[in-house]
């Protein structure tokens, strides 16, 4: 992770770095001052690798915005034209945190997606004030945003990598549940299970393996990519690919802004998105410590994770305006990198940019969506896997040794997950405190958060406190 110059005050040390594992597939950069990180590469292969994080992702903004579409009851033209701007202000949020400019994203290689809690905070607002409340409550929370994140700067120091490590783990964790339900879809509901889709995904998987293990060079690099492809193919072969949307399309598709109307301004509608923001601040400190870690680069966090936040906040209040939920930064593109050992941060630049083309061009949007879910699922739990990985790795530099660490991140591990593997634990409470408590990346962090204060921080100065209590008082006796 950081050198020791580049740690905070008071933060545990790892006591080493291990070499990163994406060295070895990037070649050697031939001017020692020049990260690979901040290599460019020939704009061929920068867009090949582009191509593959976008369609390792390209999931989630369709997913989101017909899921949006679906519950609010939205019309077919208002909902391509969300999904129009969805890959839109993706594209545009993932050029800002991976180029950086001025103070707004932190120059690594990030991907911007909707958020997945933060859409179900739109979905709840929209159908308790409508839906142009909830668009002025993500404007004012891409706001506070601003104005939350001087405080927020301060307390980085109660999130060593302790508490980072184990969200990230749960994070993981969730991700990959989000995959395997792309492939088996939802308990209950039809086609749960299905052998079709279970096959699929399964079979991607094993592409992914095969290209893996047989492949060298770049074509190693583009396993995730070529996995899904040839699961995609099968698909095709056996009939299960849906082609009746893919075509019938103009060509272009420009986004509209304010597709709902003017917003309406309402703090306590927007106040639970705005407690959410807080969570969302501390996924993304974790997100940026993994992504730098997993490319190998030196960051100083007090002014990495800030330029993240800005990133997110600055194309939140962009998505506002276009009618969509907060926009954050993805952890899914991290396993990509890991797995690639592709570290530059051009290559999601190059994304960035493929990502705003398709939200122009409309065919290719419909294309991308018939690729089956199963067929992504496969991909997506295999990367998502990944990252589960990083955290672990994290976790074992934290100091697991000591049974105080190991008693925090049990702790918290356990009521993080509990909302994940048990869906519905807590239908039984009030819907804007089930909603923050059902997110077990939130709870995680929260409470990693807080045993990491008090048992690493107000413990030993209350110990202390005490201590000298009683030797001032002893040398008084005497």
Known sequence: MSSPRHTLPGTPQPPTTEPPAPAEADSAPTDQAVHP???????????????????VMAAT???????????????????????????VLSGIGSLIQSLGPWKFGPRLPFVMLPGGAPLILFIAIAEQHGL??????????????????????RLLTFFPALVIGTMIVIVGVNLVKVGAVLVTGRPGQPGFADPMNLGLGMATIGFTVVFYLLSS????????????????????????????????HDLLGMPQPLPFGSPQFNLLAALPLMLYSLASMAE???????NAEAVGKDIDRRTAVPQTIRGDALTSLAGGFFGLPLMVTSGENIGIVRVTGVRSRYVTAAAGGVLIVIGFLAPVTHAISVIPSAVIGGTAMVVFAVITVLGVQMLGRSGLDQH???????????????PILIPGVYAGF?????????SGVAVGAFVAAVLNVLFHHIRPAVTARVAAARTESDNTDR
Do not use: K
């Open 37 to 55: 990180v901040d290599e460019s590469r020939p704009i061929g292969r920068i867009l090949l690798f582009g191509v593959q994080h976008v369609l």
């Open 61 to 87: 903004p369709i997913s989101a915005i017909f899921l949006m579409s679906a519950t609010l009851r939205l019309s077919p033209a208002l909902t391509v034209n969300l999904l129009s701007a969805a890959f």
């Open 132 to 153: 142009r409340t909830a668009t002025g409550a993500v404007i004012l929370t891409a706001a506070f945003y601003f104005v939350v994140l001087p405080v927020f700067s």
């Open 217 to 248: 060079g770049i074509l190693r690099q583009l396993a995730v990519m070529l996995g899904l492809l040839a699961g995609t193919a099968l698909a095709v072969a056996l009939g299960a690919v849906d082609f009746s949307n893919a075509a019938g």
């Open 284 to 290: 993304a400190t974790g997100q940026t410590v993994i």
């Open 404 to 418: 105080t660490n190991t008693f925090v991140c049990a702790v918290a591990l356990a009521l993080g997950l509990l």
């Open 430 to 438: 009030p819907p804007n405190l089930r909603i923050l408590l059902e």
